[in-house]
């Protein structure tokens, strides 16, 4: 009996690990506004990984396609390249922000307006390999929060 309830509270334990996925904090996720015809804006936002993580893409309902992007010198011009995943160390806050890694809202199927805010979903490898989904929101303003 005693050996059932131990087994019962890991299975939940278990479980519970399972759906807390990667762990990754999301903070201040923004993106700027646009205008009809506009096929792209960029996002940004703070992400932090307890246990360490991958972020390995991302998707939106709003958007054909999710890139993550790094900037980088081209000669002298400084231009913006796709990444097949962006590392987040354990504890640590990688910042998405203009001028720097962001996420890539592209083939936009409508206009953003200030002040709705849109679902995206990340997909992260967790540091023991496994893959995880996480739904977050991201707000459309003009400026950063
Ligand atoms: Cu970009």
Redesign the pocket.
């Known amino acids: 009996m005693k050996q059932w309830a131990a087994v019962a509270a890991l299975a939940m334990a278990l479980t519970a690990n399972a759906q807390r996925g990667a762990d990754v904090d999301v903070k201040l996720a923004w993106a700027r506004p646009t205008v009809a015809g506009q096929m792209g804006t960029?996002a940004f936002m703070h992400l932090t990984s307890k246990d360490g993580a991958r972020l390995l893409s991302a998707s939106s309902e709003v958007a054909g396609v999710v890139?993550i992007?790094e900037m980088a010198m081209d000669g002298n011009v400084m231009r913006?390249r796709p990444i097949r995943t962006l590392d987040l160390p354990p504890g640590s806050t990688v910042e998405l922000k203009p001028g720097g890694h962001?996420m890539?809202l592209m083939d936009l199927k409508r206009p953003l307006a200030t002040g709705e805010k849109i679902k995206v979903e990340l997909r992260l490898e967790t540091r023991d390999k496994k893959l995880v989904t996480q739904p977050i929101e991201i707000e459309i303003r003009p400026r950063a929060p």
């Open positions: 960029g890139e992007h913006m962001h890539m």
